[in-house]
């Protein structure tokens, strides 16, 4: 039986919340543990993990257990985001910023928060133009790992993985649509029969706009390609 050693930003990720909150400093909680794995950021950068979760990563690392750095925030009682429905206008723009698919709504109809989804990151909250959104604490007396458990970090990070794979999956297919629509518009452009040198200067501008366009697609899927085997 092969067995296959994990790095040590894989089990650092694997004692964050997975609230996915940014308040670290970092895109996630997976870029936030590769810089922590490389001593490029301190392991009391998760407000959410709280005094707990720097104990544990202090304890992986081998290293003291030290205060939570207040320029990320303060350890507080998981709090929950809620819609006031009277004021939502569904923009979507809530939906958009959250990093697990806690909210569910369509275009210019009510949002709504799934509770038992919600990581509480309050990413929702500044992007909502009405300020319809408020965030309830939850865990009355409780912060930290104290009012989050690992069964609720391994949904959260199963479905902000879920979601990050769907958007780059939508990308790579709205790509390929503009990338069919431009070579079609090329062949168009290939196909006309200019009349003088004028429009045939045109066609060439027209068909090196089109072939510049299809290049920096294709640039594109190739480092998105790099980009997921790397995380692979």
Not at 195 to 205: G, H, I, K, T, V
Request: with cysteine.
């Amino acid at each position: 039986m092969t067995v296959f050693s994990r790095s040590l930003a894989d089990q650092i990720e694997d004692i964050l919340p997975q609230t996915q909150c940014t308040k670290c400093g970092f895109a996630g909680c997976r870029p936030y543990a590769e810089a922590v794995a490389a001593g490029s950021a301190s392991y009391n950068q998760c407000p959410p993990g709280g005094n707990s979760g720097i104990a544990r990563i202090a304890r992986l690392l081998d290293k003291p257990v030290i205060p939570l750095n207040p320029v990320h925030g303060t350890q507080r009682e998981r709090p929950v985001a809620l819609i006031d429905e009277g004021l939502c206008i569904g923009c979507t723009l809530c939906i958009q910023a959250c990093p697990v698919d806690a909210i569910v709504g369509a275009a210019k109809q009510m949002h709504t928060i799934l509770p038992d989804l919600c990581t509480g990151c309050d990413l929702c909250v500044a992007p909502c133009p009405v300020d319809c959104i408020a965030m309830i604490p939850v865990t009355p007396g409780r912060t930290g790992w104290d009012a989050w458990s690992q069964a609720q970090a391994d949904d959260a990070r199963r479905r902000h993985d879920f979601r990050s794979q769907r958007l780059l999956r939508e990308r790579q297919e709205n790509d390929a649509r503009l990338a069919a629509k431009a070579a079609a518009k090329l062949a168009l452009v290939n196909a006309e029969t200019p009349a003088s040198a004028a429009e045939q200067a045109e066609r060439e501008r027209k068909r090196a706009i089109i072939a510049a366009a299809i290049e920096r697609a294709r640039l594109k899927q190739e480092a998105e390609k790099r980009a997921a085997g790397d995380e692979a």
